[in-house]
């Protein structure tokens, strides 16, 4: 017989679970990933990392769920700035309803480099620090190697051609320092980035801006240091922090993680339920820009993912398909690529359009070059203050290797039919007749992009020239300029749609394509379902993996040079 005293504490128990104030968590060690990879092997392995939607979402519900009281967020580094403004969006909106805030971490940044770390944390009601950690503000800063001297004593000749003059991934390889013109774009970067982080931190911490550039100047700062000119509020170990809020909420308030809560009480409405409910599409589009499918960007295991235009054109044509798809988001973080696959990428967000469906382009951490591309022809672009974009340029070439060869002893036999029929080779330099034909192809390149970029941003011909040229532009410099409408993350993308589709503020959002990691090593039965069949493994091709391993671009003639995420 079971004891009818015990059964009795047990509902209770059960109930008091269900009733127990909430305190949601965020542990940021790990990042944050926007969308599971197209792989199914990688797919699998990136389940248990926390998803950006699920992120979003739950805080977003958490605004209005009276058994939330506050979130704690462990703050790390290795998140792009653009990201983390996205996170700290989210943060203030919890804050301006009512939850309680609180950032934390064993440093923001050891020996400097916190500066993108404690920038989010002061988006937090109450910002905490390890007693033996630091706070590393100490501004923004770019590194950019030149490897014309390295090239040069190594026998590499690197013959490139490119439009315009502030298209820098050329000058990594055929200059051994800044031009007037690659200084000018990078210094207005990382100056830009500071005036928007000075500002933030100032009026978080209730500081005058002067100061907090002073403090930059200053840092990083010991923990006792950054407590002194009220950086941080609270020097706590996390076991104390976690007691501070037990004290404020009750022993009884439970833990639980941000993306475990969001996917329980969400996860109907990310289901695709087809003829029941009116909904936005939402298509990631994220890595290197290519043709064919999406899936990882290089041969090896921790290559990042790439952007296949096979797969985002059939997401495309699903979502306009699908008679309950009222308006589309493209979410776009790429340094870009491929002028082709980008070209293809764009005709279906022309097309779907054409369709009757809004598209919403929303900007993650990087959306140039290519990236900018497949973007252009959307009916509002949203970016973060912090977004790299622009780059409206285009560069192609490659590296004779002869001299390097020769030095190593090797030497190459080689026959063909045809008087360009070595064009590509990296054994031989380009003749006067194969650099009339590369001019001819960046010529018509750039001419295709600035005539395409005016159409869709309703500019002249000669004001995108000025803005092009290759250069490089933030999110708030791109908005001020007109190559961005507004300013936010991917929540105001989809309100935007929302509202230009007539639907309600909470309407669903729908992942094209929607496939399940197992669902993904299922060949295609048509070109239509071609977006669910990514497995495929795709390398690089011989002349690419050449390049790559000298340390020359292979990506595409739509490519941003380097590694374009400020940290």
Known sequence: ??????????????????????????????????????????????????????????????????????????VSGGIGLALVQELREAVQALRDAGKLTVAWAETYGESGRGTVPYYLATGFDKVYLQPTGEVGLVGMALEEPFFAGALEKAGVQPRFGQRHEYKTMANAFMEKTYTPEHEESSQRLVASIGEQITAAVAAARGLPEDKVRELTDRGPFLAGEALEENLVDHLAYRDEVYADLRK????????????????????????PQPGRQDAIALINGHGPIRLGRSGRGGPLPSSGPAMGSDTIGAAFRAAVKDDNVKAIVFRVNSPGGSAVASDAIWREVVLARRAGKPVIVSMGNVAASGGYYVAMAADTIVAQPGTITGSIGVVTGKAVVNGLLDRIGI???????????????ATKDFSDSEWER????????????????????????DRVHELARGRVWTGADAEERGLVDELGGIDRALDVARKKAGLATDAPVRVYPHTSPLERLRPPESS?????????????????????????????????????EIR
Do not use: C
């Open 248 to 271: 404020e909420f009750g022993e009884d308030a439970q833990l639980r993680y941000v993306a475990r809560y969001s996917r329980a009480h969400g996860l109907a409405s990310r289901l």
């Open 411 to 425: 030497t190459l036999g080689s026959v063909a039919n045809g008087d360009h029929a070595r064009m590509s080779s």
């Open 438 to 461: 590369v001019n001819a192809s960046l010529d018509k390149i750039y001419d295709d992009f600035t005539s395409r970029v005016a159409e869709g941003r309703g500019l002249s011909r």
């Open 528 to 564: 239509e379902d071609r977006a669910a069949a990514s497995a495929r493994f795709d390398a690089w091709g011989s002349l690419g993996g050449l390049a790559a391993r000298l340390g020359l671009p292979a990506a595409g003639p739509l490519t941003l040079p380097g590694t374009w």
């Open 1 to 74: 017989m079971v004891d009818p005293g015990t059964v009795v504490n047990i509902i209770k128990q059960a109930r008091d679970r269900r009733t127990a104030p909430l305190i949601l968590e965020l542990d940021l060690t790990e990042g944050i990933v926007e969308t599971a990879p197209s792989d199914p092997i990688s797919a699998i392995l990136s389940m248990r990392r926390t998803n950006l939607r699920d992120v979003l979402d739950g805080l977003r519900r958490a605004r209005s769920d009276s058994r939330v009281r506050a979130l704690v967020v462990k």
